[in-house]
T-cell receptor
């Protein structure tokens, strides 16, 4: 069983569209994250949720809205997609008091 | 190839040699450090971690060294194999509070030549 699974793996869409990426973890972790990896492989945190509550929002545009229906799921909805949103988005999870993150395999978003 | 345009630090070694990947971290309050390996098309994978009360930790074929004085972290891979080819990231964190936020370094591309 995949520990952290995200769908879809690839997403190609036009500018201005709205899209969602889903993430689920079966590790029983309390904390989930979204990271963005740019074309230079730089990984930057976007959001962190602990038991369905938003903990970290790293000055991400309002067009990005995370939603956590329960502590095993953290979805990412993006409105009005822009070219600069093209990147690989990684979901991750960790036990609350342990910094070791488990990452999903990523969603490659291409905005055309 | 994948490295074109990435401008990542790169390290190229021969199979069987030892590899050393270096990382400088920025936050003197960081007390927990992790090395991750990212293969092409995959997410980062945990390799080894170290807390600030230690200066060395060993795993299977890997050793992490921490020098808090100069805020430097290194990953040593013994007898490097082609399967070790990947981008390696160091990450730092500061404990305390109810949550962690890992801050990643820029990454180093390791290429192992057979």
């Amino acid at each position: 069983d995949t520990a952290v699974s995200q769908t879809p793996k690839y997403l190609v869409t036009q500018m201005g569209n709205d899209k969602s990426i889903k993430c689920e973890q079966n590790l029983g972790h309390d904390t989930m994250y979204w990271y963005k990896q740019d074309s230079k492989k730089f990984l930057k945190i976007m959001f962190s949720y602990n038991n369905k509550e938003l903990i970290i929002n790293e000055t991400v545009p309002n067009r990005f809205s995370p939603k956590s229906p329960d502590k095993a799921h953290l979805n990412l909805h993006i409105n009005s997609l822009e070219l600069g949103d093209s990147a690989v988005y990684f979901c991750a999870s960790s036990p609350e008091h342990n910094g070791g993150y488990t990452f999903g395999s990523g969603t490659r978003l291409t905005v055309v | 190839g994948e490295s074109v345009g990435l401008h990542l630090p790169t390290l190229s070694v021969q199979e069987g040699d030892n590899s050393i990947i270096n990382c400088a971290y920025s936050n003197s309050a960081s007390d927990y450090f992790i090395w991750y390996k990212q293969e092409s098309g995959k997410g980062p994978q945990f390799i080894i971690d170290i807390r600030s009360n230690m200066d060395k930790r060993q795993g299977q074929r890997v050793t992490v060294l921490l020098n808090k004085t100069v805020k430097h972290l290194s990953l040593q891979i013994a007898a490097t194999q082609p399967g070790d080819s990947a981008v390696y990231f160091c990450a730092e964190n500061r404990s305390g509070g109810s949550n962690y936020k890992l801050t990643f370094g820029k990454g180093t591309l390791l290429t192992v030549n057979p």
